[in-house]
């Protein structure tokens, strides 16, 4: 295999290989996606190509395939126009055109006569050393490679993806006997980097890891479900953030991934896995007669739940006893209530299951089968405990894989319940238990290791060494200081990290002085600054609760103060002698996108929202965040000294408070400028950002100068704002308060109430922004606005 794959093909357009390609796409790597023949031409209809009409309609079920893409949600690109990557073609008339790709991956229908047969029609037309994948999700691939000519079977082996594709990181390897280990380490390599996935190596065993546990917990959450009584949705109360698991919990997620499909992965497993699970995998009655009614979940309109649009919207929930639809339950779990004010999932998940009502009864059923399962699987699906925990939280998004949280609830009171319970454990866990071992996982200096099913032995973890993990440099005293909401911490090679800890990383006072701080520290005894951290979000805006209470005992000074030292913050940042490199993930939300705008170079992961949102909150961007996209769309679309279209673009991405869904979107938005880059891999973001801060101080950084001028409309730019808001609001399209706003937004972007078009300094628009903020923190609409997003997270149109 070749370390770079120029392109790709996929045979099979199903809604898999047209989501695999459209990642490949993600990722500015071409496919060439291909399909049988449409029935009624695959019936005789049509012997050859005579001509392009003949070709399209011979094409029609890829190309229909590759055209959802565009209308899929969530959205498998990360821009409309990467489509243009994939090619389309058919099993008949392309199959030479095989030639052209590096790894040719096989998607089609989950039999295997049939998966053989395509594989033996292309298979001659491979290049020497192309790879060949199977996207199977539970066949064996052993004799799929039997089945292969000899010279390819070391070139062959299983890449499961898991859907969808862009947005779901685990990549399960599984080699064949015949597999060679170049094949398999290229492989994994290039998916790592190029494709961001977090690559897992799997044996060639019925439904290999994730599957195999997750379908194993579905299944035991059913049956102690009935055991105990509960609604359907109190069993999504339970085994959603509670259990440290999303918050797709267990019905939201079946409904997600098709009833029909859990209850033939199930029974697939209980066919092919001879194991102590006994008649488990056996889908439960009511899933039978789901089926049979159509109530599939999401791709039926109706599963577990079902949403309505009237005569109310609201989503209805099933009775597992009738089959019948009706209004939701608040869950009768009041145990649950406690759990929502503790953030760290061990803790969660130690609360939960050693409290003594219903609760606490019915997720220790839940959970207490699957630790056992796995520790039974270990040596089977998987060589260590911490290849299993890996690809369960990378695959069903668990914050804790089953390892971990049996360290986390403890290893020895566990295992004697499991015992007690009467659950079978291997061997390898009676010698752990047997030596006084206080956990699964340990630390021989440096080093975590992990157990493996040979007793008494543990094989360190292997970490990848492009993943940067902040704790693990807090914890060997890399910190370099601290308060409560930001942290400056040494990467090693004389850069420095600034890090956000506070509740959803948002930007408060203590924040603010420490990106002021961090500013002098790197001048003084840095080469560069990261701005980054591990959190779930780069930074999800301002503090609204402090801002809130201001505004509610009417401190105008205390805002003022707040604001304007925000404004500061950022004015060093982005005039800091060293370079400053930010690197957004997930949310980068008001404040935090102005800290985006003000860092000299931006590495973001590839999935990274960004976007000036403070019009949801009844206010303006006010951290220099309307300065910022404003200069920036100034020097991209003004011709001469007409900056009408630098304004009007500023307007509507702030005004319609757009967020980018990718960070390619970023750069379209002008929150990234064309030479910002992104890591497909989000692991690898705090490496990949410290090397390019690195290159900038190498290079001889020199900090930006302020511009002494910037070109505004003045009141004729007012003017044609406020013209539009009328419009607008008289089409319906915004409220009376979205006016207001709108008004004073525009009265920023225009540079006031001055004469134009003219020329005003990057102080005076600073001073607008802090003013117009100032003004909507008085109005009772704004204190709406902020009241309903810190109660239902939702933005509200009054």
């Given at each position: 295999?070749?370390r770079?794959?120029?392109?790709v093909?996929?045979?099979g357009?199903?809604?898999?290989?047209?989501?695999?390609a459209?990642?490949?796409a993600?990722?500015?790597?071409p496919?060439l996606?291909?399909?049988i023949?449409?029935?009624?031409?695959?019936?005789g209809?049509?012997?050859a190509v005579?001509?392009?009409?003949?070709?399209k309609?011979?094409n029609?079920?890829?190309?229909?395939a590759v055209?959802?893409?565009?209308?899929?949600?969530?959205?498998?690109l990360f821009?409309?126009?990467?489509i243009?990557?994939?090619?389309?073609?058919?099993?008949e008339?392309?199959l030479?055109r095989?030639?052209?790709?590096?790894?040719?991956?096989?998607v089609?229908r989950?039999e295997?006569?049939i998966?053989?047969?395509?594989?033996?029609?292309?298979?001659p037309?491979?290049r020497?050393?192309?790879?060949?994948?199977?996207?199977?999700?539970?066949?064996?691939?052993?004799?799929?490679?039997?089945s292969?000519?000899?010279?390819?079977?070391e070139?062959?082996?299983?890449?499961h993806?898991f859907?969808?594709?862009?947005?779901?990181?685990l990549?399960?390897?599984?080699?064949t006997?015949?597999?060679?280990?170049?094949?398999?380490?290229l492989l994994?390599?290039?998916a790592?980097?190029?494709?961001g996935?977090?690559v897992?190596p799997?044996?060639d065993?019925p439904?290999?890891?994730?599957?195999?546990?997750g379908?194993?917990s579905l299944?035991?959450?059913?049956?102690a479900?009935?055991?105990?009584?509960?609604?359907v949705?109190e069993?999504?109360?339970?085994?959603?953030p509670?259990?440290?698991?999303?918050k797709?919990?267990?019905f939201?997620?079946a409904?997600l991934?098709g009833?029909?499909?859990i209850a033939?992965?199930?029974?697939?497993v209980g066919?092919?896995?001879?194991?102590?699970?006994?008649?488990l995998?056996?889908?439960?009655?009511f899933?039978?007669?789901?089926?049979?009614?159509?109530?599939?979940?999401h791709k039926?309109?109706?599963?577990?739940?079902k949403k309505?649009?009237?005569p109310?919207?609201?989503?209805?929930?099933l009775?597992?006893?009738?089959?019948e639809?009706?209004?939701?339950?608040?869950?009768?779990?009041?145990?649950?209530?406690?759990l929502?004010?503790i953030a760290?999932?061990?803790q969660?998940l130690?609360?939960?299951?050693?409290?003594?009502?219903?609760?606490a009864?019915a997720?220790?059923?839940?959970?207490a089968p699957?630790?056992?399962?796995?520790?039974?699987r270990?040596g089977?699906?998987?060589?260590?405990v911490e290849?299993?925990?890996?690809a369960?939280?990378?695959g069903?998004?668990?914050e804790?894989?089953?390892f971990?949280?049996?360290d986390?609830?403890?290893?020895?009171?566990?295992?004697?319940?499991?015992?007690?319970?009467?659950?079978?454990?291997?061997?390898?866990?009676d010698?752990?238990?047997?030596?006084?071992a206080?956990?699964?996982?340990?630390?021989?200096g440096?080093?975590l290791?992990?157990?493996?099913?040979?007793?008494?032995?543990r094989?360190?973890?292997?970490?990848?060494s492009?993943?940067?993990e902040?704790?693990d440099?807090?914890?060997?005293?890399?910190?370099?200081?601290?308060n409560?909401s930001?942290?400056?911490?040494?990467l090693?090679?004389?850069?420095?990290?600034?890090?956000?800890?506070?509740?959803m990383?948002?930007v408060?006072?203590?924040t603010?002085?420490?990106?002021?701080?961090?500013?002098?520290?790197?001048?003084?005894?840095?080469?560069?600054?990261?701005?980054?951290?591990?959190?779930?979000?780069?930074?999800a805006?301002?503090?609204?609760?402090?801002l809130?209470?201001?505004?509610?005992?009417s401190d105008?000074?205390g805002?003022?103060?707040?604001?304007?030292?925000f404004?500061?913050?950022?004015?060093r940042l982005?005039r800091?002698?060293?370079?400053?490199?930010s690197?957004?993930?997930?949310?980068a939300?008001?404040?935090?996108?102005?800290?985006?705008?003000?860092?000299?170079a931006?590495?973001?992961?590839?999935?990274?929202y960004?976007?000036l949102?403070?019009i949801?909150?009844?206010?303006?961007?006010?951290?220099?965040?309307?300065?910022?996209?404003?200069?920036?769309?100034?020097?991209?679309?003004?011709?001469?000294r007409?900056v009408y279209h630098a304004?009007?673009s500023?307007?509507?991405?702030?005004?319609m408070?757009?967020?980018?869904t990718?960070?390619?979107?970023?750069?379209?938005?002008?929150?990234?400028?064309?030479h910002?880059?992104w890591s497909?891999?989000?692991?690898?973001?705090?490496?990949?950002?410290?090397?390019l801060a690195?290159?900038?101080?190498h290079?001889?950084?020199?900090?930006?100068?302020?511009?002494?001028?910037?070109?505004?409309?003045g009141?004729?730019?007012?003017?044609?704002?406020?013209?539009?808001?009328?419009?607008?609001?008289e089409?319906?399209?915004?409220?009376?308060?979205?006016?207001?706003?709108?008004r004073?937004?525009?009265r920023v972007?225009?540079?006031?109430?001055v004469?134009?078009?003219?020329?005003v300094?990057?102080?005076?628009l600073?001073?607008?922004e802090?003013?117009?903020?100032?003004?909507l923190?008085?109005?009772?609409?704004?204190?709406?606005?902020i009241?309903a997003?810190?109660?239902t997270?939702?933005?509200?149109?009054?």
């Amino acid at each position: 295999m070749k370390r770079h794959v120029s392109k790709v093909a996929i045979l099979g357009s199903g809604v898999m290989g047209s989501t695999i390609a459209a990642h490949f796409a993600n990722a500015g790597i071409p496919s060439l996606v291909l399909d049988i023949l449409p029935p009624e031409l695959a019936a005789g209809g049509k012997e050859a190509v005579s001509g392009p009409t003949d070709r399209k309609a011979r094409n029609r079920l890829a190309d229909a395939a590759v055209r959802n893409l565009l209308k899929a949600r969530p959205a498998p690109l990360f821009i409309p126009s990467r489509i243009s990557l994939i090619e389309t073609g058919n099993l008949e008339d392309d199959l030479t055109r095989l030639a052209e790709a590096d790894w040719v991956i096989e998607v089609v229908r989950e039999e295997m006569a049939i998966k053989k047969k395509v594989l033996a029609d292309v298979t001659p037309h491979l290049r020497p050393d192309a790879v060949l994948s199977s996207n199977t999700s539970g066949l064996s691939l052993t004799e799929v490679a039997e089945s292969l000519p000899e010279t390819l079977r070391e070139r062959f082996l299983g890449t499961h993806f898991f859907n969808p594709p862009r947005y779901m990181k685990l990549l399960e390897v599984i080699p064949t006997p015949y597999t060679s280990s170049r094949v398999v380490e290229l492989l994994s390599e290039f998916a790592t980097i190029h494709l961001g996935k977090g690559v897992v190596p799997a044996k060639d065993t019925p439904n290999f890891i994730a599957n195999r546990i997750g379908i194993h917990s579905l299944m035991a959450t059913f049956r102690a479900m009935r055991e105990e009584g509960l609604t359907v949705e109190e069993v999504d109360a339970l085994t959603g953030p509670a259990m440290a698991r999303p918050k797709t919990a267990t019905f939201r997620l079946a409904d997600l991934v098709g009833v029909d499909v859990i209850a033939l992965v199930a029974r697939n497993v209980g066919a092919a896995a001879k194991d102590e699970s006994g008649t488990l995998f056996e889908p439960p009655g009511f899933m039978i007669q789901m089926i049979e009614r159509g109530l599939l979940g999401h791709k039926s309109g109706q599963g577990f739940y079902k949403k309505i649009q009237k005569p109310e919207r609201k989503i209805l929930a099933l009775d597992l006893e009738t089959l019948e639809y009706r209004d939701p339950i608040p869950p009768a779990l009041p145990e649950l209530a406690d759990l929502a004010r503790i953030a760290g999932p061990g803790q969660r998940l130690r609360t939960l299951v050693e409290g003594t009502g219903r609760a606490a009864r019915a997720a220790w059923k839940m959970l207490a089968p699957t630790l056992a399962y796995s520790a039974m699987r270990v040596g089977e699906i998987a060589d260590d405990v911490e290849t299993i925990d890996r690809a369960m939280r990378l695959g069903y998004n668990w914050e804790l894989g089953p390892f971990e949280a049996w360290d986390a609830l403890g290893f020895r009171v566990t295992t004697d319940r499991l015992r007690a319970d009467g659950h079978p454990l291997p061997p390898w866990v009676d010698a752990l238990h047997e030596g006084q071992a206080e956990s699964l996982y340990a630390r021989e200096g440096d080093t975590l290791t992990t157990p493996v099913v040979e007793p008494g032995r543990r094989r360190p973890v292997i970490s990848d060494s492009r993943a940067i993990e902040l704790d693990d440099l807090r914890r060997t005293e890399h910190e370099v200081r601290r308060n409560d909401s930001a942290s400056l911490i040494d990467l090693g090679e004389g850069v420095l990290c600034l890090e956000f800890h506070s509740k959803m990383n948002a930007v408060d006072g203590r924040t603010i002085e420490m990106m002021s701080a961090a500013a002098d520290e790197a001048e003084a005894n840095w080469q560069a600054l990261v701005v980054a951290n591990d959190g779930d979000y780069f930074c999800a805006g301002a503090d609204l609760k402090l801002l809130a209470g201001l505004a509610r005992n009417s401190d105008w000074p205390g805002i003022e103060r707040l604001v304007r030292s925000f404004q500061r913050a950022n004015d060093r940042l982005e005039r800091c002698a060293v370079p400053v490199v930010s690197a957004p993930h997930g949310l980068a939300l008001g404040g935090g996108c102005e800290i985006v705008l003000s860092s000299d170079a931006v590495r973001a992961a590839a999935e990274s929202y960004v976007g000036l949102v403070e019009i949801g909150a009844g206010l303006l961007p006010a951290g220099g965040g309307c300065l910022r996209l404003y200069k920036r769309n100034v020097a991209r679309q003004s011709e001469g000294r007409d900056v009408y279209h630098a304004l009007r673009s500023t307007f509507e991405t702030i005004g319609m408070a757009k967020v980018s869904t990718s960070a390619e979107e970023a750069l379209g938005l002008g929150f990234l400028r064309p030479h910002d880059t992104w890591s497909m891999n989000r692991s690898h973001l705090i490496h990949d950002a410290k090397q390019l801060a690195l290159a900038k101080a190498h290079a001889g950084y020199r900090p930006p100068r302020a511009a002494t001028e910037l070109p505004v409309m003045g009141r004729s730019g007012l003017a044609l704002i406020k013209a539009a808001l009328v419009n607008m609001g008289e089409g319906r399209y915004i409220s009376d308060y979205d006016r207001t706003i709108g008004r004073e937004l525009g009265r920023v972007l225009a540079g006031g109430e001055v004469a134009g078009p003219t020329t005003v300094s990057e102080q005076h628009l600073l001073d607008l922004e802090v003013e117009g903020f100032l003004r909507l923190c008085g109005e009772p609409k704004t204190h709406e606005r902020i009241e309903a997003l810190l109660k239902t997270g939702k933005p509200l149109r009054n």
